[in-house]
């Protein structure tokens, strides 16, 4: 009986130690799965998702339109010249307002004459001398380096003409001090009474002033 007794007990030993044995294996976890890139799918297709807006339009600049244009203003005529008297031709008359326009010269005669065509003109000694030694007595060098044109509103000064309506020059070659209305009615008749016929000389105080504009006669 006690034989018995331990046969069961010892197998019953058996059979514990048997179960300690089976070893549990923990379950798998799903991985999600993932589908795999088309290599077919354009690039377009495959980015249409993370497309970005175009750019907003931006407004055409528009053209700055020129700034207007100024008139330019007439020259101011001036009396008080930075010159002394002086000869000169008249090279414009305007009726209306009595402005005249004047290009200053200088007038070189005899050894005068010489000096300058040797000294500005690159004559030899020879030569200037044999130039103006042929010269008449109304013959003159003109020096008219200036290109300067001074106006002078006639106006406002004495102004004397030797020359008459029909363009005779008259008995007195000094002339007598006119008014603007003859002057102007010399002009209308010819212009080259007053501006071709004959030069001027612009009379001036020590100060530069210009006191008398005068017709000079000159054959």
């Not at 069961?8 to 799965?33: D, N």
């Not at 002339?175 to 003859?182: L, Q, V």
């Amino acid at each position: 009986m006690i034989k018995k007794l331990f046969a069961i007990a010892i197998l019953c030993v058996m059979l514990l130690f048997s179960g300690c044995e089976i070893i549990m294996q923990p379950a798998q976890t799903a991985v999600p799965a993932t589908a795999a890139p088309n290599p077919q799918d354009s690039p377009a297709e495959t980015q249409a998702d993370n497309a970005t807006q175009p750019p907003a339009a931006t407004e055409a600049p528009t053209d700055t339109p020129p700034p207007a244009a100024t008139a330019t203003p007439e020259p101011t005529p001036y009396n008080t010249m930075d010159f002394f008297t002086c000869y000169a031709h008249m090279v414009s008359y305007n009726p209306s307002n009595s402005w005249a326009e004047f290009d200053y010269f200088y007038l070189h005669q005899g050894q005068d004459a010489i000096d300058y065509l040797v000294e500005h003109e690159g004559y030899s000694q020879a030569d200037a001398e044999a130039l103006v030694n042929g010269f008449a007595d109304s013959e003159f060098v003109e020096e008219n380096n200036n290109p300067g044109i001074r106006t002078i509103d006639l106006d406002t000064v004495d102004v004397r003409i030797i020359i008459n309506m029909d363009g005779s020059v008259g008995p007195d070659l000094i002339g007598s001090i006119t008014t603007m209305a003859h002057f102007n009615d010399l002009y209308a008749a010819n212009h080259s009474y007053i501006l071709d016929y004959f030069f001027y000389e612009v009379e001036c105080d020590t100060a530069g002033n210009v006191l008398e504009v005068k017709q000079i006669y000159w054959p």
